[in-house]
């Protein structure tokens, strides 16, 4: 599949070029030197941008961190070369059926396209320099009858997708997520997954110390996403992906984390208490065929000891285990990720889109049915390209109402 996308990408990019080329020898025929550099340029541009995309998968198992990020940025390339220029083409040729209509020659849709490539391109850069970086902090509420009045006001702080090994070595980003967490003074804090973005090794000691700092009343609980469980780590002899989930579990509790393993645990608040339970990224194809150990969990048995009378809070990475916790639990409030509105969503008013739509049925925010609530967060990192535009690194601070309050 992704090799038919690399080619479906190099064939749009290699067309668009040659018609881009044609346009400019007819329109400045003379100008032999400005067509030279575009068709040297942006073949040299195409080439570069085809292979790094041919080697994504090869470079994601290569684990090495400034490798990767050096083609994360080469595919962002991509998308500042291509997006422009099919934004560009698509409002010129509107001049072609308007000059045969005038019987007259027509520029206006091609002055257009300039004008709208450069805002495209503009955009994209904003979303690869303000968009990737700007931490926005969200707040809701949501209220229960199962909660106990104890917990009326219970504030968690809710952050995923880091994907250490993808983030600027200043590490300036975490450093600045784990300051808007604490001031928010949360009793629980989660990580819905996806701390690392290869290996454990990212998770080295500069990140534990910071990461370590994180505070609630009652601790950093987290669950392991697709990222953590070496799905897309190339295994050695000394190092295989079961080795690395066993470290970064290792590390997650050596930081003071609390990590939840298909396993549920008590918080109290006097005699009253309720649930929070773990669970694993599904065991699916995009295991590569790697002995994780860890992947995969059994819904009937991770509830066989939630009792339905307690409420549950349940941290699932992906969203699409909801319906599965659902039928088995049914989970007063899910938080999950995973998703990061594939980085790119469209907001206006309530109304929001994202080519997400298209692969989850649910994608980002709050969905409630039944007086249970799932809330998927955007995240704070990024996979594939460097880039977030309308949906910026997110925490999200979820406090619980009771309807049982004194």
């Not at 150990?293 to 909801?322: I, K, S």
């Not at 955007?378 to 690194?393: A, F, H, L, Q, S």
């Not at 979820?398 to 309050?405: A, D, M, Q």
Request: aromatic letters at 10%; proline letters at 5%; charged letters at 20%.
């Amino acid at each position: 599949m992704l090799t038919y996308f690399i080619l479906a990408l190099a064939v749009l990019s290699v067309s668009l070029d040659w018609l881009l080329f044609r346009r400019l020898a007819r329109k400045y025929p003379a100008r032999r030197a400005l067509r030279r550099t575009y068709l040297t340029a942006s073949i040299t541009i195409d080439a570069v941008i085809v292979v790094a995309l041919a080697l994504y998968r090869r470079t994601s198992e290569a684990e090495s961190e400034q490798y990767m990020r050096l083609i994360m940025w080469v595919i962002w390339l991509f998308f500042a070369s291509i997006v422009p220029k099919i934004v560009y083409a698509a409002l010129a040729w509107i001049d072609y059926p308007v000059s045969r209509l005038r019987k007259r020659p027509s520029r206006i849709f091609s002055r257009i396209g300039l004008a709208a490539a450069a805002l495209t391109l503009s955009v994209l850069i904003w979303g690869a320099t303000f968009g990737r970086t700007h931490i926005d902090v969200h707040r809701i509420a949501l209220r229960s009858d199962k909660l106990p009045a104890a917990f009326d006001g219970y504030r968690i702080a809710l952050f995923t997708d880091l994907h250490t090994g993808t983030q600027p070595r200043n590490r300036r980003l975490i450093r600045r997520m784990v300051t808007l967490i604490n001031r928010e003074h949360p009793d629980m804090v989660v990580n819905a997954g996806d701390l690392v973005n290869i290996d454990s090794h990212e998770l080295d000691d500069r990140v534990m110390s910071i990461l370590s700092t994180l505070h609630g009343r009652d601790g950093v609980y987290s669950v392991l996403g697709n990222h953590d469980l070496g799905f897309y780590m190339r295994p050695k002899e000394n190092f295989t992906p079961r080795q690395s989930v066993e470290e970064l579990l290792a590390k997650q509790r050596a930081m003071g984390w609390k990590p939840l393993v298909n396993e549920s645990a008590p918080i109290r608040r006097g005699a009253d208490s309720i649930l929070v339970t773990g669970v694993n990224f599904p065991e699916t194809g995009t295991n590569h065929g790697r002995d994780t150990g860890m992947a995969g969990c059994d819904m009937q048995e991770v509830f066989r000891n939630v009792p339905p009378d307690t409420y549950n809070l349940l941290l699932a990475h992906t969203p699409e285990q909801w319906d599965e916790a659902r039928s088995a639990g049914d989970p007063d409030l899910t938080l999950s990720g995973h998703v990061h509105a594939m980085q790119f969503k469209l907001t206006l008013g309530p109304w929001s889109w994202s080519p997400a739509k298209f692969l989850y049925e649910r994608w980002s925010g709050l969905y409630s049915e039944n007086g249970k609530h799932l809330y998927i967060n955007d995240g704070m990192g990024y996979v594939m390209y460097p880039m977030r535009i309308g949906t910026n690194p997110s925490i999200t601070v979820i406090t619980l109402e009771s309807e049982k309050r004194r």
